[in-house]
């Protein structure tokens, strides 16, 4: 059991693969529940969808090993630790700034991707580990985000949003960790249902027209209101005859203010 103030043993390395590929690792050769590895640089780091998460110096990108009791809900923890990241983003951020996860667990600030979330179950030999790994744009200038400025949510970063601002990492990873272990403990205490009140009190597209493409498939985008996620952590969307659908898989390319 992992209480909200849980202190985890930190495993630090200056350059890996990829945390989650690490933390599976040790996973496998006994490590407890509530591991963090942390990296300064990845050079393979993985994002969802088959994409690669470019992880330069100036970023925070760690890996928490959890073992759900239930491993069929594992896609729970994807929408907790969205929710953690988002809240933990919202209290480092002036208060001004609009903070608001995006399905499934994006952090977005002013409509641009701070961070995102890439969760992933081990094998069937050891089902019910999970590793939630976090990708932040913390100290990253322009140069470095540059590349995803035509991204349908283009990156920013801490330092984006606060001009002239350098962030202490070790202090983001802190707020974070302690928001995730919170929410984690909640769940364990209370189950899903806590956390999808919390998800949906934090997401700012509630209620908006959004469209939803799957890149796995050609089918074009689908359109309709965002009603919300269901017991699943899948996102509900309403059609213009108000019947409501729940999505698995896709991602929110644009949203009608
Ligand atoms: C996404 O938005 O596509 C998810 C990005 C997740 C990136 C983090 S960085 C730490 C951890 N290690 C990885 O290889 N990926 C995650």
Same mark, same amino acid.
């Given at each position: 059991?992992?209480?909200?103030?849980?202190? /985890?043993?930190?495993? %630090?390395?200056?350059?890996?693969? +990829?945390?989650?590929?690490? &933390?599976?690792?040790?996973?496998?050769? #006994?490590?407890? !529940?509530?591991?963090?590895?942390?990296?300064?640089?990845?050079?393979?780091?993985?994002? %969802?969808?088959?994409?690669?998460?470019?992880?330069p110096?100036g970023?925070?990108?760690?890996?928490? $090993? $959890? @073992?759900?009791?239930?491993? +069929?809900? &594992?896609?729970?923890?994807?929408?907790?630790?969205?929710?953690?990241?988002?809240?933990?983003?919202?209290? =480092?951020? /002036?208060?001004?700034?609009?903070?608001?996860?995006?399905? /499934?667990?994006?952090?977005?600030?002013?409509?641009k991707? =701070?961070?995102?979330?890439?969760? !992933?179950?081990?094998?069937?030999?050891?089902?019910?580990?999970?590793?939630?790994?976090?990708? $932040?744009n913390?100290n990253l200038g322009a140069e470095a985000l540059a590349p995803f400025q035509?991204?349908?949510?283009p990156a920013t970063s @801490?330092a984006n949003e606060?001009p002239g601002?350098?962030?202490?990492?070790?202090?983001?990873?802190?707020?974070?960790? %302690?928001?995730? @272990?919170?929410?984690? &403990?909640?769940?364990?205490?209370?189950? @899903? !249902?806590?956390? %999808?009140? $919390?998800?949906?009190?934090?997401?700012?597209?509630?209620?908006?027209?959004?469209?939803?493409?799957?890149?796995?498939?050609?089918?074009? /985008?689908?359109?309709?209101?965002?009603? #919300?996620?269901?017991?699943?952590?899948?996102?509900?969307?309403?059609?213009?005859?108000?019947?409501?659908?729940? *999505?698995?898989?896709?991602? =929110?390319?644009? *949203?009608?203010?």
């Open positions: 059991m992992i209480s909200a103030d849980f202190i /985890p043993e930190i495993k %630090r390395f200056p350059v890996v693969d +990829s945390t989650n590929t690490k &933390a599976k690792a040790i996973a496998k050769h #006994g490590a407890k !529940e509530g591991t963090v590895i942390v990296a300064e640089t990845q050079t393979a780091g993985r994002g %969802r969808g088959d994409h690669q998460w470019t992880s110096a970023g925070l990108y760690f890996s928490v $090993l $959890l @073992f759900p009791q239930e491993a +069929s809900r &594992a896609t729970d923890l994807s929408i907790l630790a969205g929710v953690a990241v988002t809240q933990a983003v919202k209290e =480092i951020l /002036p208060k001004m700034k609009k903070v608001s996860v995006k399905w /499934p667990n994006d952090c977005l600030v002013e409509e991707k =701070i961070g995102g979330i890439l969760c !992933e179950s081990l094998s069937e030999e050891y089902h019910n580990i999970c590793v939630v790994g976090v990708g $932040l913390v035509s991204n349908k949510f @801490f606060v601002g350098n962030f202490d990492l070790e202090k983001i990873l802190n707020v974070v960790l %302690r928001k995730i @272990f919170t929410m984690y &403990a909640l769940y364990q205490q209370q189950g @899903f !249902e806590q956390v %999808r009140f $919390l998800w949906e009190r934090n997401c700012q597209f509630l209620g908006k027209k959004v469209e939803l493409k799957d890149s796995g498939t050609q089918a074009a /985008p689908i359109a309709g209101k965002f009603v #919300g996620i269901d017991d699943r952590g899948a996102l509900v969307l309403s059609n213009d005859r108000g019947e409501q659908r729940a *999505y698995h898989a896709g991602e =929110i390319t644009c *949203y009608w203010p």
